[in-house]
Structure formats: C-alpha cells, structure tokens
C-alpha cells in the first residue's frame, strides 16, 4: 500500500458501495484509489476531486472543504469534474481511453469511478527498459491518437498527457488515464497552473492561457520522445531562454527524417506553428510524405536546336555593347523613380497594419514575453514528517517563500511531541511558484493524558465509588501516568 497524507485510509467506505483498499496515485486535481465493490467485491479505480491548490480535507474526516477564499474556485472545480466525468461515460466505447461508469458527489467533493488498469506506466517501463522502437510504439500510440481525436472534436482536451498517464496493461495494450486535469475547449482559459515539467506547452504556465488541441499535441509528441530514448525533452522555459531541444539522433534513436521533423513540429513553442489538431498529427506520425520529383533532366539538344544555340553564342558579342547601353538607361530610370516615390511617401506617410495572429499563437507570445521577462520557478515541495514544526517551515519558506503555511495539532502516541505527522501537499509535489498558495501542518501534541486503575502505592489520591451491593462506599487507588 501506498503510503499518502492527502488520501483516504484502507478500509473507509465511500457512499456506502466502495471499499478503499489503497492508493494508486496522487495528482495536482485529485487521490485515485485501489476500491473494490462492497457487494461484490469487484476492483475498480475510484478518483477523488481534491485540488492541491483550492482544497483541504477536514482533519479526522473524510470531508474535503475549499480553502478559505477560495470557494468559488473549488466549486467550479467540482462542477467541471463531474460534467467531464459524463462526458467521458458518453465515450467509454472508445479505444485506449480508461472507462469511465460512474460518477457521484459525497464527503463535500466528487468520485469517479473508472476501469482498474492492471499494470505500469509508461514512466516506470521506460525507467526500466529504456526507449521503445518507433513502429512499435507507434502500434501502441495510435488507438489514443484516434480517439483523442473523437474526444476533441466533442470539446474535451485532457491537458496533462505525460509518461505518468500512460498505462501499459497486462493485454499490452496502452491506456490514457487521469482526465482529472481535462478541461472544455469552450471556456478556453485556465487559473490553475499545475503541470508536468518538460511535456507542457508555453501556454500553460500562464494562468489565463489559451488552451486547445494544440496543447495536447504538444504534450503528444514530448511523450513520444520520452518513450523513444528514455529521457524528459528539455523543458518549455529553458527552451524559451534559448536552450535547444536536443535531437534524437544525438539520443541514440534512429528515425527517418520526416518522423522527427513531425515530431518536432509537434513540439513547436508557437503554438499556431504546430499541428492544429491530432488528426493532422496522427497523419504527420504515420503517412511518410510522397518524394518530391526529382528535376527533370534535359533532353539531349538536337542538331537544330545545337546550332540555334551556336548561333546566338557567336551573335552573343555584337550585341553585348547594345545591351550595356540599355542597362544604363534602366538603371538612371529606375534611380530617378525611387527618388519620386520616396518624396510621395514622405509627404504621405502610410501608417503601418498591425499584423494578424492565431488565438494560441497570441497565448504562446504572451508566455514567451511573461516568461523570459520573469523567471518562473518550479517548486518541489519537500517531504517535513517526521520534522520539528521549525524545521519544516523552514524548509517550506526555502524552496517556496510565497506559500501560506499553516499548523494544527492533535494528539498522537505514534508520533513524538512538536514533530509533524502530516501535510496536506504530498512530498514532491512539482508546481509554478505562487500556484499553491497554502500547506496545512499538522503536529503532534504528545500522546493524550490517561486514566488507569493501578495498585502502585505512590503518586496516588483516595478516590471513593459507590457499590451497588453493599450499599456501601469503597476506596480505589488511581494514578495518572506520567
């Protein structure tokens, strides 16, 4: 089991049907469990809307409640993972997709409840084996594409494709999970910045950027060069400040010219200079493009033609001195009409057009502009239990000083007094600096003070207790322990 401060404990029942067995993973939109039907007894993945950013569960409760002015955000939050929930039950036919069979609101959130994909990801495959050939993930790759698809031209993005969310099941076949993150094409910005470093685009490191298919495809192709050489693409903000993307040649990956350059196109930190859609993409990744013609070489010149051509190379050298003399006469026509033009403009200058830009290409400007003139800082949260209350916040403030960080305390016999037993951002936990604004602590207050009978003749004090019997009044000893 896996162990989690933000999540469930086994044994809990959710809605009176599921059996929280344990942990699968844990995200900056929710908890996804092990669970398994009460009645009977059927394994499922049961994921819990609980946002890093907006969301805190209710200490010794299963009761999350949003943070403190941010009511609004939560709500909204919930809203769109039920309705993306729906969407997707609409879907569950498609291919590659993880199905989703129900949804429900409970304990002050939402649940999903999802198909159990026995297996690893595709982060720990590659950690383990390396990268994968090209045709063969290109198998496995294309029924996700096909029904990414279908699913974007229904108005779903998922906004977080990545290495993580790519399951590879016991039937070999691969799977997209966690649409916790997905979002509606139609409202077209997002205030909550929570992403993976190296497979998101510029525009989501904005906190109003515009999102659309193209961020997929972005997400798309940088798994796709993880699962070819093993390794995380350089990041979209060092690729900003000027850090090339190394290729995969110079990985040890051998591809044909047009797979990277799909790939690369793909990765495009413009936005309107990528694939616009999977459906171009999956034809880019699959279909190589025809060879151009190669130029067509001249006919062999007949006797006609060859002394056509020798007739002008002799008659070349009596006209040459004709043509400079024209050649003159254009030049000072041509001087003479610049210097006209040129007092025109002058006396009636043309006001410049602004020039037109695509929504996502304004979004990717917008970041470049917004991140290369402010360093954005990706923030890993440290793991504190176990720490003194001033350590931790110390080591909290170092890696982020904007963040709010806030102590309870409870009593605990398993855990030292004034040392921290839980947090409610999980330990390693990446985010942009300023995205999480608020980090519960809660500290051990020493195990509670206990009454126990005892016939030690010290510490003592004459307590009298009525017997029902005897009708008469006896004497006990009791101490406190110390």
Not at 168 to 173: F, K, L, P
Not at 231 to 256: H, I, N, S, T
Not at 448 to 458: I, L, M
């Amino acid at each position: 089991m896996r162990n989690s401060e933000r999540g469930l404990a086994a044994g809990i029942i959710v809605y009176g049907v599921y059996v929280i067995e344990s942990v699968l993973g844990e995200g900056g939109f929710g908890v996804t469990y092990l669970a398994s039907k009460k009645d009977t007894g059927q394994t499922v993945a049961l994921k819990e809307y609980y946002p890093l950013v907006y969301g805190l569960r209710r200490p010794g409760s299963c009761e999350i409640e949003p943070v403190p002015g941010k009511e609004a955000d939560y709500e909204r939050g919930r809203e769109r993972f039920v309705r993306e929930a729906s969407v997707l039950r609409e879907f569950c036919y498609l291919e590659g997709i993880v199905k989703v069979w129900d949804c429900f609101e409970t304990n002050g959130t939402a649940y999903i409840i999802m198909d159990y994909i026995d297996g690893i990801t595709l982060k720990e495959y590659v950690s383990c084996h390396g990268g994968m050939g090209y045709d063969e993930w290109m198998d496995m790759l294309s029924p996700i594409l096909k029904s990414l698809i279908t699913l974007h031209k229904h108005g779903v993005i998922h906004r977080d494709i990545s290495p993580d969310n790519l399951m590879i099941g016991m039937d070999n076949q691969l799977y997209l999970i966690d649409f916790g993150a997905a979002k509606e094409i139609e409202y077209g910005k997002t205030t909550t910045v929570l992403l993976k470093v190296g497979y998101a685009p510029p525009e989501q490191y904005l906190h109003d950027g515009e999102m659309g298919a193209w961020t997929d495809v972005y997400a798309i192709c940088a798994t796709i060069y993880t699962a070819l050489c093993g390794k995380a693409p350089v990041d979209a903000v060092a690729r900003l400040q000027g850090k090339a993307l190394v290729p995969l040649e110079d990985q040890g990956v051998m591809l044909e010219v047009w797979q990277w350059n799909a790939i690369q196109k793909g990765m495009r930190i413009r936005a309107a200079e990528r694939f616009q859609n999977v459906e171009e993409l999956y034809e880019a990744l699959t279909v190589a493009p025809k060879d151009e013609e190669l130029p067509t070489i001249m006919d062999v010149t007949t006797d006609d033609k060859m002394q056509e051509q020798m007739h002008r190379v002799s008659d070349r050298g009596g006209k040459r001195a004709i043509w400079r003399r024209v050649g003159v006469i254009a030049v000072f026509t041509m001087l003479v009409c610049g210097i006209a033009i040129w007092g025109v403009q002058n006396r009636n200058p043309v006001k410049a057009q602004p020039e037109t830009a695509t929504t996502a290409d304004t979004a990717t400007e917008r970041a470049s502009e917004e991140i290369s003139t402010e360093q954005v800082k990706i923030c890993t949260m440290p793991d504190v239990v176990g720490m003194s209350e001033a350590e931790a916040r110390e080591r909290i403030i170092r890696e982020d000083n904007k963040i709010q960080i806030t102590v309870e305390r409870k009593n605990s016999s398993q855990m030292d007094k004034d040392l921290v037993m839980e947090q409610t951002v999980a330990a390693d936990t990446k985010y942009n600096e300023g995205a999480i604004t608020q980090v519960v602590l809660t500290v051990s207050d020493g195990a509670e003070a206990t009454t126990t009978v005892s016939s030690k003749p010290s510490n003592t004090q004459d307590t009298q207790k009525y017997d029902v019997k005897s009708n008469k009044k006896q004497t006990a000893d009791f101490y406190l322990d110390d």
